[in-house]
């Protein structure tokens, strides 16, 4: 069975053995018997992380089952776009103001789950070091 974590509005945090089936259930404290709810519990180093460190962990966590593989047509995509775009935006000069052809370019950096800055190869079978 596991444990799962109570608080009693008086006496505080308490821990108790429970069934999956009663996890929702309130237990009485240890101390005054009165029902206390469960409560869960978040680790001290999930509060004190930098936003970028979490946005990289949740970014990495969507992406685990479906990663974006580097293929032949991925790339012949992204190529045409590229072309498509520089073609609406030729005609422009440097200060024209449009911000269209302004953009900065999409960096290939990515996030480790710990938060590491990590650079893709173009050989996705390759592992880096």
Known sequence: MPVYDYKCQEHGI??????????????PCPHCQELAPRILMVPPE??????EKRKAIERNEKAQHEPKMSTKESRAEDEE??????KLHKHHHKGCGCGGH???????????????????SMRPWMISH
């Open 102 to 120: 302004h953009k900065k370019k999409a960096s290939n950096l990515m996030w480790t789950a710990n938060g590491e800055k990590m650079f893709p």
């Open 46 to 51: 999930i509060l004190d992380m930098a936003p």
């Open 14 to 27: 308490f821990h108790e053995l429970a069934t999956i089936d009663d996890a929702a259930e309130p237990m």
């Open 81 to 86: 776009r590229r072309k498509f775009e520089e």
